[in-house]
């Protein structure tokens, strides 16, 4: 909880999600604006270890990719053999995103252990 | 990266039919078909061949006098030879020159792409990689001490070119065209960003090139500021009645200044928001399906553009239009305020 509530803490920032090279959740936490409608929906089946590891394949050799859409921007960092996402408005500072979450690598590139990881960060 | 395949057969209704089975079982390769050795060995010479397939009869060279080509000349393209004039001795002495697979023609369908498939995943075993950093990648190799082939792609200028290493040290290079040794390497080594195909091994004989490889990426990069500084420098001449092909013409990537989007993006000052050059590169369709995957989970709305950042100032943004368009950034862009000018329907572009 306390290694995402820094990043979340940033202007405009809505969510934050950690996948490990192979796929496999590793964390998450979203801003209330989300939350509701992350709880609701069916997002942990899309982004399953399957598909998440055919979309890190295609991200790599990338050190981060930074996606615009119409009402959100996405930024995707690796964190040693980690990968995070965060989900941020447009208006968000990506740069203040990319200060912090340097800061807090350490902690995310130690992230290995998906079960007991992913109850930390449980909602 | 897509892999050019040279298709040698006289028979025009074989060559077709090898064609049609490449071109539908897989969107990464090209085809091109040539009917005589002679029309065979100058495609060999002149483009970038990553595969031949090829019959043992022509009119003018045979199928081993090809192969003979491909040894002294590009050693590193692998080689089918499919025809009806098999026997097992000749089969051996093929094999004996370095082809790859015999098959019988009439050819099936099924074992035809079973080799192909071989050869085509024998040429990147080692990997393949987009809007990677040439220079860093080399400097890996030389670390790793690794022998291998690169296939480097330079989707700006659509220029390609073959590395090779030995225990880390750079052997050889080639530009299809004639271009070799240090002066291929030169021309190669100052690209980026590139899309490169890994093959774990070294068939070239011939060492051109001497020199380290530290000495070459600085000669390289001298060579690439000397040439953009003459194209900035370019004096204002009088006019001439005779039209000139001025060395600003010959340096000048093909694909960036004709672009649509870049004369688009030019009127409204491409540089000041370091743009380098705009090409077409199919290579990223994945991320870009990827990107809209992710934009769906996260009620993101419709997808503008994709930033990628390789590291050591590679650059480049995506739109997820048709045509693949790909922005090649300067360090020290402005990407927030390119993506918000893109907002402006470029030409052929519709969010």
Same mark, same amino acid.
């Given at each position: 909880?306390?290694?995402?509530?820094?990043?979340?803490? #940033?202007?405009?920032?809505?969510?934050?999600?950690?996948?490990?090279?192979?796929?496999?959740? #590793?964390?998450?936490?979203?801003?209330?604006?989300?939350?509701?409608?992350?709880?609701?929906?069916?997002?942990?089946?899309?982004?399953?270890?399957?598909?998440?590891?055919?979309?890190?394949?295609?991200?790599?050799?990338?050190?981060?990719?930074?996606?615009?859409?119409?009402?959100?921007?996405? $930024?995707?960092?690796?964190?040693?053999?980690?990968? #995070?996402?965060?989900?941020?408005?447009?208006?968000?500072?990506?740069?203040?995103?990319? #200060?912090?979450?340097?800061?807090?690598?350490?902690? $995310?590139?130690?992230?290995?252990?998906?079960?007991?990881?992913?109850?930390?960060?449980?909602? | 990266?897509?892999?050019k395949v040279l298709i040698a057969d006289p028979d025009p209704e074989s060559a077709r039919q090898m064609l049609a089975w490449i071109e539908?079982?897989?969107?990464?390769?090209?085809c091109v078909t040539a009917s005589t050795g002679k029309a065979a060995t100058d495609l060999l010479?002149?483009?970038?061949i990553?595969i031949l397939v090829t019959e043992l009869i022509f009119s003018d060279l045979d199928g081993f006098g090809l192969l003979?080509?491909i040894?002294?000349?590009?050693?590193?393209?692998?080689v089918i030879v499919v025809s009806s004039h098999g026997?097992?001795?000749?089969?051996?002495?093929l094999?004996?020159?370095?082809a790859?697979a015999f098959l019988e023609k009439p050819l099936e369908a099924?074992?035809f792409?079973?080799t192909f498939?071989?050869?085509?995943?024998?040429?990147?075993?080692?990997?393949?990689?987009?809007?990677?950093?040439?220079?860093?990648? %080399?400097?890996?190799?030389?670390?790793?001490?690794?022998?291998?082939?690169?296939?480097?792609?330079?989707?700006?200028? &659509?220029?390609?070119?073959?590395?090779?290493?030995?225990?880390?040290?750079?052997?050889?290079?080639?530009?299809?065209?004639?271009?070799?040794?240090?002066?291929?390497?030169?021309?190669?080594?100052?690209?980026?960003?590139?899309?490169?195909?890994?093959?774990?091994?070294?068939?070239? &004989?011939?060492?051109?090139?001497?020199?380290?490889?530290?000495?070459?990426?600085?000669?390289?990069?001298?060579?690439?500021?000397?040439?953009?500084?003459?194209?900035?420098?370019?004096?204002?001449?009088?006019?001439?009645?005779?039209?000139?092909?001025?060395?600003?013409?010959?340096?000048?990537?093909?694909?960036?200044?004709?672009?649509?989007?870049?004369?688009?993006?030019?009127?409204?000052? %491409?540089?000041?928001?370091?743009?380098?050059?705009?090409?077409?590169? %199919?290579?990223?369709?994945?991320?870009?399906?990827? %990107?809209?995957?992710?934009?769906?989970?996260?009620?993101?709305?419709?997808?503008?553009?994709?930033?990628?950042?390789?590291? @050591?100032?590679?650059?480049?943004?995506?739109?997820?239009?048709?045509?693949?368009?790909?922005?090649?950034?300067?360090?020290?862009?402005?990407?927030?305020?390119?993506?918000?000018?893109?907002?402006? @329907?470029?030409?052929?572009?519709?969010?």
């Open positions: 909880m306390k290694i995402f509530s820094e990043i979340l803490a #940033l202007q405009d920032v809505e969510g934050v999600v950690l996948f490990s090279q192979q796929g496999e959740l #590793l964390g998450w936490e979203f801003a209330p604006v989300l939350r509701s409608k992350m709880e609701q929906g069916t997002w942990q089946t899309v982004l399953d270890p399957d598909g998440v590891r055919r979309m890190i394949q295609s991200f790599e050799g990338m050190e981060e990719v930074e996606l615009f859409f119409e009402e959100k921007k996405v $930024l995707l960092r690796r964190a040693g053999t980690n990968h #995070l996402i965060v989900v941020m408005g447009r208006n968000a500072s990506t740069d203040m995103i990319r #200060l912090v979450s340097d800061t807090l690598m350490p902690s $995310l590139r130690k992230a290995v252990k998906a079960k007991k990881f992913s109850k930390l960060f449980r909602l | 990266m897509r892999i539908e079982y897989g969107k990464n390769f090209q010479r002149q483009e970038n990553g003979d080509f040894n002294t000349h590009s050693p590193e393209v692998p026997r097992p001795k000749t089969r051996e002495i094999i004996r020159k370095g790859q099924k074992k792409l079973q498939d071989l050869t085509a995943r024998r040429i990147q075993e080692g990997g393949s990689l987009n809007g990677a950093s040439l220079d860093t990648f %080399a400097q890996m190799i030389e670390m790793e001490q690794k022998t291998c082939t690169l296939r480097v792609l330079h989707p700006p200028s &659509q220029g390609y070119g073959l590395l090779f290493f030995k225990n880390g040290d750079i052997v050889h290079a080639r530009m299809p065209g004639g271009l070799g040794g240090v002066d291929a390497a030169y021309e190669i080594l100052a690209w980026q960003p590139v899309s490169l195909m890994i093959e774990n091994q070294c068939r070239i &004989q011939t060492e051109a090139i001497q020199a380290d490889l530290q000495a070459l990426l600085m000669e390289a990069m001298r060579l690439k500021d000397e040439r953009s500084e003459r194209r900035t420098e370019v004096p204002v001449a009088p006019r001439s009645t005779l039209p000139t092909k001025s060395e600003e013409d010959v340096h000048k990537p093909n694909s960036a200044p004709q672009d649509p989007v870049y004369a688009w993006l030019e009127t409204i000052g %491409a540089q000041s928001l370091g743009i380098e050059s705009v090409y077409q590169d %199919a290579a990223w369709r994945d991320l870009v399906t990827h %990107a809209q995957i992710i934009g769906s989970v996260f009620d993101a709305g419709k997808l503008k553009a994709c930033y990628l950042n390789a590291g @050591h100032g590679s650059q480049s943004i995506l739109l997820p239009d048709e045509q693949d368009t790909v922005l090649a950034l300067l360090p020290g862009c402005k990407r927030e305020q390119i993506v918000a000018v893109l907002a402006h @329907h470029p030409p052929r572009f519709q969010w």
